[in-house]
């Protein structure tokens, strides 16, 4: 019979981003920050001006861009430090996916910033 018999059967999951550990979310999260820092050097370089006015602020506070952005960025690692912890890793992973776009807006604004400059 049938009914007699025990079948387990394992499905595989989709990766899930609860398995991502909070160790690696502020990796990642601290690498975007070096990625967004790069960006928006470049697309400073390129005539395109800061948006942020935090950051603005900062990086006349400071003297440089380079020396306002590390500030800022110095401080928003200390804040997810915090979180990861904490283990609010749900906010990391929110966070990470905020700066994943602000750095794909920042070398979009990076490219519209340098197609300005090649126009005759």
Same mark, same amino acid.
């Given at each position: +019979?049938?009914?007699? +018999?025990?079948?387990?059967?394992?499905?595989?999951?989709?990766? !899930? /981003?609860?398995?991502?550990?909070?160790?690696? &979310?502020? %990796?990642?999260?601290?690498?975007?920050? #070096?990625?967004?820092?790069?960006?928006?050097?470049?697309?400073? +370089? /390129?005539?395109?001006?800061? /948006?942020?006015? &935090?950051?603005?602020?900062? +990086? *006349?506070? @400071?003297?440089?861009?380079?020396?306002?952005?590390? /500030? #800022?960025?110095?401080? =928003?690692?200390?804040? =997810?430090?915090?979180?990861?912890?904490?283990?609010?890793?749900? &906010?990391?992973?929110? =966070?990470? @996916?905020? @700066?994943?776009?602000?750095? !794909?807006?920042? *070398? @979009?604004?990076?490219? *519209?910033?340098? !197609? =300005?400059? %090649?126009?005759?």
């Amino acid at each position: +019979m049938v009914d007699d +018999m025990n079948v387990t059967v394992s499905i595989p999951r989709p990766f !899930a /981003a609860e398995t991502i550990s909070g160790a690696r &979310l502020f %990796v990642h999260f601290s690498y975007l920050q #070096v990625l967004d820092v790069l960006t928006t050097l470049a697309f400073l +370089m /390129a005539g395109v001006q800061e /948006a942020n006015p &935090l950051v603005r602020w900062s +990086m *006349l506070a @400071f003297g440089t861009p380079l020396q306002g952005l590390v /500030a #800022v960025k110095v401080g =928003a690692v200390v804040l =997810a430090l915090l979180c990861w912890r904490t283990g609010r890793n749900a &906010l990391l992973r929110k =966070a990470n @996916f905020f @700066f994943s776009c602000l750095v !794909a807006w920042n *070398l @979009f604004c990076l490219i *519209l910033g340098l !197609a =300005a400059r %090649v126009r005759p």
